[in-house]
């Protein structure tokens, strides 16, 4: 079959091809106009380009309720009474951080003063024990020297003093009962 200008098949053919060119057109713009919340918006109300406000119930005036059922805030005392009330907590948290350095200040002071005390025992200990070690030296030292054996005769006067000086004599007193 020809495809020809002049024929029924031609014809059609070039009929539905234009029909499909508009038609196409047409939903493109049917689409986006569907679509589109502006148009949308300015076909419902009938105004354009004003955004839709929320209608409250014209039955209850805000300014009537609020009057009836609450006293107006005095802000300005508010903001006063706020304010104190920070000023003593303020006054509170300083006064105890001036506790805390205190007590700081004073353990610090307490522990210098302890351990001064703690440097100058230690000191004198270690002045006796050195004190002690000397004397022991010198003891050994004169314990050192040798002497010799000494006899000692039984018959000799000088020993019998010696022992007899040695000896410690009991001490006696006058009306004392035992002795």
């Known amino acids: 079959m020809k495809k020809g200008k002049g024929t029924f098949a031609g014809d059609t053919f070039e009929k ?14 049917s689409v986006s106009q569907t679509f589109d919340p502006s148009k949308l918006f300015e076909q419902t109300t009938g105004s354009s380009h004003e955004l839709p406000q929320k209608q409250e119930p014209q039955e209850k005036t805000p300014s009537s309720d609020k009057t009836k059922n609450h006293t107006p805030l005095d802000f300005a005392a508010l903001q006063k009474k706020y304010e104190e009330q920070d000023r003593e907590k303020m006054n509170k948290l300083r006064g105890h951080l001036f506790r805390l350095v205190k007590e700081g200040e004073q353990k610090v002071l307490e522990e210098k003063k302890k351990e001064e005390k703690e ?38 006067p000088k020993a019998a003093r010696k022992r007899a000086a040695n000896r410690q004599r009991t001490e006696i007193r006058p009306s004392t009962g035992k002795q």
């Open 16 to 29: 539905l091809a234009e029909m499909g060119k508009s038609t196409v057109k047409k939903t493109g713009k």
């Open 119 to 156: 440097k100058v025992e230690r000191e004198m200990r270690e002045k006796e024990e050195k004190k002690k070690k000397d004397e022991e030296e010198k003891k050994r030292q004169q314990d050192e020297i040798p002497r010799g054996k000494q006899r000692i005769s039984i018959f000799s």
